[in-house]
């Protein structure tokens, strides 16, 4: 049983920057998906980003360019900085984590592990 606790969200203004962490426990998780997702209040969670055990890692359109997803597997821990921040990137962050040692999985439905989320508010 994999337990995930995320930390550092918060408020920031418009163009500022946050870094999001992600520590597993209970089992290693080096070489599982480690993702980020998020939602809106009335949206669905949607994709973020995700990194493979090897290092492999893939975004959503409209971040790739502002946030990056790293990992450290000795601390099975996994990170979100981003940057420039937008109103729309406000949401409640969830990390996820699969046992899955190949591609990059994109579905909410494909993770068997969530966070509890951390909120994440971009004033304007």
């Known amino acids: 049983q994999v337990r995930l606790a995320e930390s550092g969200g918060g408020l920031v203004d418009t163009g500022g920057s946050l870094t999001l962490s992600c520590e597993a426990s209970?089992?290693?998780?080096?070489?599982?998906?480690m993702a980020w997702f998020r939602q809106a209040p009335g949206k669905e969670r949607e994709f973020v980003a995700a990194?493979?055990?090897?290092?492999?890692?893939d975004y959503r359109d409209g971040v790739a360019d502002r946030f990056s997803i790293s990992r450290d597997n000795r601390k099975n821990t996994a990170w979100l900085q981003m940057h420039s921040l937008k109103p729309e990137d406000t949401a409640v962050y969830y990390c996820?984590?699969?046992?899955?040692?190949?591609?990059?999985?994109?579905?909410?439905?494909?993770?068997?592990?969530w966070g509890q989320g951390t909120q994440v508010t971009v004033s304007s």
């Open positions: 996820a984590v699969e046992n899955f040692a190949g591609r990059i999985l994109y579905s909410v439905g494909k993770y068997t592990y």
């Open positions: 990194i493979t055990g090897s290092g492999n890692t």
């Open positions: 209970g089992e290693t998780v080096s070489r599982s998906i």
